[in-house]
């Protein structure tokens, strides 16, 4: 169902495809837009276990777009170094594949909020914690991605490094 990638050489392992998306900060999501047009978007993300969580407000394209056509794909660049006398840039990328879903239950809502609360801002107090959730509640929507693929790439550059240093 998912196209395999085309180098295989550059070609990011599952554990180092997750550590990218530990790493990452900000993602952007791709959706089936108006018109027929793709549209993406930058946004923060936690990812668990096959899972990816992001929040929105309750109206807006991305949302309309989700509730349409529940299939996005989610990209994160985990470097993009230029190097002009190469013409190149050493890139590493992971994105995934998934279907969404907005979440309904008020446990699971929470449970998601939770995990971005504390992937951004961990050294925070419990209480702030809370009644920061307790006062945003209402205003969001959290969407849910069950990862279907995931898959990684970077530079040929990066790869020969890496290889360069394990010898």
Do not use: N
């Not at 993602?27 to 668990?48: C, N």
């Not at 840039?89 to 594949?97: C, D």
Request: proline share 4%.
């Amino acid at each position: 169902m998912f196209r395999d990638m085309r180098r295989k050489d550059q070609v990011l392992s599952r554990e180092e495809c997750l550590a990218v998306l530990d790493r990452g900060t900000s993602g952007v999501l791709a959706v089936h837009g108006d018109d027929g047009y793709p549209y993406a978007v930058p946004l923060s993300y936690a990812y668990e276990d096959g899972k990816l969580w992001f929040h929105c407000a309750r109206t807006g394209h991305k949302l309309d777009a989700i509730l349409r056509d529940p299939k996005v794909t989610f990209c994160v660049v985990d470097r993009d170094q230029v190097v002009p006398l190469e013409y190149t840039t050493y890139f590493r990328s992971v994105i995934l594949f998934g279907k969404a879903r907005v979440l309904e239950d008020p446990a699971e809502v929470r449970a998601a909020l939770e995990k971005l609360a504390l992937r951004y801002a961990p050294e925070d107090s419990e209480a702030h914690r809370e009644a920061i959730l307790e006062r945003e509640l209402p205003a969001v929507v959290v969407v849910e991605v069950a990862v279907e693929h995931l898959s990684g790439k970077e530079a040929i550059e990066l790869v020969r490094s890496r290889h360069a240093l394990e010898l």
